[in-house]
């Protein structure tokens, strides 16, 4: 029996209900032999149809993993804080890396390894000079580690994998200051990543920042089929998530959002922001030169903060700078009011 080859573009085309058929089939054949498998093409793909019927970007429906999406954007964890006997602060953290399946569009889910749960995973938070010490249990199917970017002792680097049903104890302290990432560093890298193990890493600069509405979004992407071209793009986990519920802000307020790039098998994910200009801080580091621009892009791993104050009432659409990514689910709004 011949295999038919479905492309991302094709799911442009068919629109993300009919798209739901694909993902359906692709996703069952992903715990059973690799036979009669409905396969994404990869990016080399000449069919390029864009009549687009995206239910899902018209869809006003709170599902589950609508409402992961949502409350990623504003939930910190600093973690159970104590005091030691040097005056330092200790915040402890759990981590689980668990098996599950995330909806990451209407009725389309995703066998997910995540962190806690969801993708991505936990926004940890502390301040810089704080001793942090990481939990972690891997009650996953595969070994599972955490590497944390920032400088710690390389013992600490995450790069041993933790075996499923053992735990380990990350120890160091928080620095240098800025929006750091953390993610799975266990062979195949690319795999690991994709599926899920990742997350902003917020270490607070001793002295705070400016009073803001504070926003965290990490864009991702989902590839169905284990073929290294990716079918979805999103923002915080589910495609079109602020499309029909936008982001409320108030108008001349500071909005600062911490954004990163965890996408997979793309070599650049991007930031457009409509009708507005912002500042953004390359790595959360005040001491780097700050761009003032609509429009920033980001390799993978990099990460930076964006900080916009909104002029006038209305909508402001923000998604990718590459139309596909925008078309197969990274795209939203902010509503000043």
């Known amino acids: 029996m011949s295999v038919k080859k479905i492309s991302r573009r094709d799911i442009l085309k068919i629109g993300t209900t009919g798209a739901l058929g694909i993902a359906g089939s692709i996703y069952l054949n992903k715990v059973a032999p690799f036979s009669n498998v409905v396969h994404a093409d990869n990016h080399s793909s000449s069919h390029n149809s864009h009549s687009v019927n995206h239910t899902n970007m018209h869809d006003s429906a709170k599902t589950e993993g609508y409402k992961m999406a949502e409350r990623l954007l504003t939930e910190f964890d600093y973690g159970k804080v104590t005091k030691l006997s040097d005056g330092r602060t200790l915040r402890e953290y759990e981590v689980v890396a668990i098996d599950k399946e995330i909806e990451i569009a209407k009725g389309i889910k995703f066998p997910g390894w995540t962190y806690n749960g969801t993708i991505p995973g936990p926004t940890f938070r502390c301040t810089e000079g704080d001793l942090l010490r990481f939990h972690f249990v891997n009650q996953g199917s595969h070994p599972h580690s955490i590497h944390f970017h920032g400088i710690h002792p390389p013992e600490m680097d995450g790069i041993t994998p933790i075996a499923p049903g053992q735990s380990f104890?990350?120890?160091?302290?928080?620095?240098?200051?800025?929006?750091?990432?953390?993610?799975?560093?266990?062979?195949?890298?690319?795999?690991?990543?994709?599926?899920?193990?990742?997350?902003?890493?917020?270490?607070?600069?001793?002295?705070?920042?400016?009073?803001?509405?504070?926003?965290?979004?990490?864009?991702?992407?989902?590839?169905?089929?284990?073929?290294?071209?990716?079918?979805?793009?999103?923002?915080?986990?589910?495609?079109?998530?602020?499309?029909?519920?936008?982001?409320?802000?108030?108008?001349?307020?500071?909005?600062?959002?911490?954004l990163s790039n965890l996408t997979e098998f793309d070599l650049l994910n991007s930031f457009h922001l409509h009708a507005n200009y912002f500042n953004y801080i390359p790595t959360g580091r005040n001491e780097n030169p700050i761009q003032f621009t609509d429009t920033i892009m980001q390799c993978q791993g990099e990460r930076g903060i964006i900080e916009v104050r909104f002029p006038y009432e209305g909508n402001y659409m923000f998604h990718a700078h590459v139309s596909e990514f925008a078309e197969l689910g990274w795209m939203g709004f902010f509503e000043a009011e």
Request: net charge negative; proline share 6%; charged share 20%.
């Open 169 to 258: 104890t990350y120890e160091f302290e928080a620095k240098p200051y800025g929006l750091q990432i953390y993610h799975c560093h266990v062979l195949p890298l690319a795999r690991h990543i994709h599926k899920g193990l990742y997350g902003n890493f917020i270490i607070d600069p001793k002295t705070p920042r400016e009073q803001a509405l504070e926003l965290n979004m990490v864009m991702n992407a989902y590839d169905l089929d284990l073929d290294g071209a990716n079918e979805f793009y999103t923002v915080n986990g589910y495609a079109f998530a602020f499309m029909n519920h936008p982001i409320k802000v108030k108008k001349d307020e500071l909005v600062r959002i911490y």
